[in-house]
């Protein structure tokens, strides 16, 4: 403090003093003198600009006369092709940018070129005023003392009581939006069904699986059989239920005592939906056994009963135990022991429910 | 019946039975097993044609893959891979591989088609197992909307619904499927090259293949109906756009509209 290298001279180091903050008061600069534009000052500049924005406006008749062309004159019957499908897409798009542009930039180049531009300052509004306060403040005072409501409390209380219970009727329609899922999303396709096992089968076709079919290193993408028979809720019964097979060498998979006959000669069922936010997990790497899924990059790994070894999720994907019937096909010999898919606010519950 | 019951006590008769099952299981197994094997080996090869593969299979391959293909430290064993999966490998410049990664780029071809075809017949002469397609099921001339459906459920996941590819994990990726042949799309299937799993017959027929062939090729020589695809990379590619391009003309207006004229 007081080492200034500038040369100016030094003062005590105490803050500045109540004389030295009182400045000249700050000038008004006023407005720039105005300066001409070559429209202004050349009729043959402000004609030329003239016939820009002609141009302009122009372009947008053009645009919309292309629109309506594209629309009516491209035949998209029965022997067009794509071609005249991206044709027409091209044609109806260009020609809306130019109709809309054309008046766009038109109006903006008239403004801009040949509209007076004479800058203009326009006084500031007084903000508010004590009187006006006051009258505001008289107007609420005379409503609340010719409306009575302190005096007459009867009124008061049954106007509180009306309002208090006017949006019961809304809770009562809301509460109709739809059935609570309850259990719903607990239980899956695959539970066996009047003590016949489900058969695991192809996706999109629907055709059951043999054991013999999955060779090692296959991944096949399954459905619950009968599934592609159903005729309501279908969609929300392959949402939940979808599952990813593949075949790995026995030695390879890791299973906890308790999930040791889950799996059939190396051949495992998982969920599809991502424990994170119920994406599709399919990216199967056959030699590495990892499930990658695309929307979050959470990774599973197939030999330790898909833990989560990269990612968002929280939980390993949920297995489907499969057994082998009496014809050779892959059987799932119960549901998932535990909801599939992201976390829900029951979801626990569902959890003991399912392990009770 | 009366005589067979009498029988079954018979010194004989455990074995006649153990022999009845053993024939019964091998039986079946041989159907089970011939699920990927019905028409390996169709085409004729001749015996010199698995000499000189062997030979050059010695030269070029046998660093890694070991003699006679039984496998190294560097590289598994190609017995029983079948001549659909020289084809593929050697016919995409996959291998012989260039360098060790995660995953082996594709790359000009270092065999021609002459040398690829003895090498196949080599490592196919080692075991059975998946041949190269017969011409008919590559030709893209199957229902390219039943291919569509295929595709969806199989390989949209890795190679984008669009056949662009993707990203896997750690460096490793499933590669766009423009350009590449019916024959070569057929094979990977058939043989699961590197991390892609094995679609086998069973899982998708010759015709399915052939469908989804049919549906690549047609959506390859169709273009994307809604212009410009930039890379059909989804949300990534679209919104650099939009960032850049929309934004930029955006607030090209806008110095435009505030700026004063000369």
Known sequence: ?????????????????????????????????????????????????????????????????????????????????????????????????????????????????????????????????????????????????????????????????????????????????????????????????????????????????????????????????????????????????????MRLNPEELNPSPERADWAYNGIVAYSKICTHVGCPVALYEQQTHHLLCP???STFDLTQQCKVIFGPASRPLPQLPIAVDSEGYLVATSDFH????????EREEHVRNNNA | MKALSQKRRHPMAAIALLLMGLLVTGGLYAVATTVNQAKADTTSVSASDVEEGGKLFAANCATCHGMG???????????????????????????????????????????NEEQTRKLAAYVASLGPGPAIPEENLVDGKGDASAGGELFRVNCAMCHNAAAAGGALTRGKFAPALAGVSGE???????????????????????????????FLKTIEANGSP????????????????????????????TIWLTSRTS
């Open chain 2, 184 to 214: 070569h799309i057929y094979e990977a299937m058939v043989t699961g090259p590197q991390n892609m799993p094995v679609f086998n017959d069973s899982n998708i027929s010759p015709e399915g293949k052939r469908d989804i062939i049919s």
């Open chain 2, 69 to 111: 293909a039984s496998g190294s430290q560097a590289g598994p064993s190609l017995v029983g891979v079948g001549a659909a999966a020289v084809d593929f490998q050697v016919g995409t410049g996959r291998m012989p591989m260039q360098m060790n990664g995660p995953q082996a780029y594709q790359k000009p071809a270092q065999f």
């Open chain 2, 226 to 253: 809604g212009g410009a695809d930039l890379g059909a990379l989804g949300p990534v590619s679209e919104g650099l756009f939009v960032w850049i391009a929309g934004l930029g003309v955006i607030i090209a207006f």
């Open chain 1, 295 to 297: 929307c979050h990059q």
């Open chain 1, 338 to 345: 535990e909801p599939v898919g992201p976390s829900y606010w």
């Open chain 1, 1 to 245: 403090m007081g080492n200034h290298s500038d040369g100016s001279p030094n003062h005590s180091g105490t803050v500045a003093t109540a004389g030295q903050s009182e400045v000249a008061k700050f000038q008004d600069p006023g407005i720039p003198p105005h300066r001409l534009r070559l429209a202004d000052t050349d009729p043959r500049a402000a004609k030329r600009a003239e016939r820009q924005v002609a141009l302009l406006f122009g372009s947008s008749v053009v645009g919309t006369v292309i629109f309506l062309v594209a629309y009516f004159a491209i035949d998209l019957g029965a022997d067009s092709t794509i071609g005249t499908v991206r044709l027409q897409n091209a044609l109806l798009g260009l020609g809306t940018a130019f109709a809309m542009l054309g008046i766009g930039t038109g109006i903006v180049h008239w403004a801009k070129a040949l509209m007076p531009d004479h800058e203009v300052s326009e006084e500031r509004h007084a903000i508010r005023t004590e009187e006006d306060r006051q009258a505001a403040v008289r107007i609420v005072d005379d409503i609340v003392e010719e409306t009575g409501i302190k005096r007459r409390p009867l009124i008061r209380n049954t106007l509180l009581g009306a309002v208090a219970l006017a949006p019961l009727p809304a809770l009562a329609i809301f509460g109709d939006l739809g059935p609570r899922p309850d259990d719903k999303l607990a239980h899956t396709m695959w539970a066996p069904q009047d003590g016949k096992l489900k058969r695991l089968a192809r996706d999109p076709d629907g055709t059951p699986i043999k054991a013999a079919d999955v060779t090692i290193g296959s991944a096949f993408h399954v459905i619950p059989e009968g599934l592609n028979e159903m005729h309501e809720g279908k969609l929300d019964e392959k949402a939940k239920s979808v599952v990813l097979l």
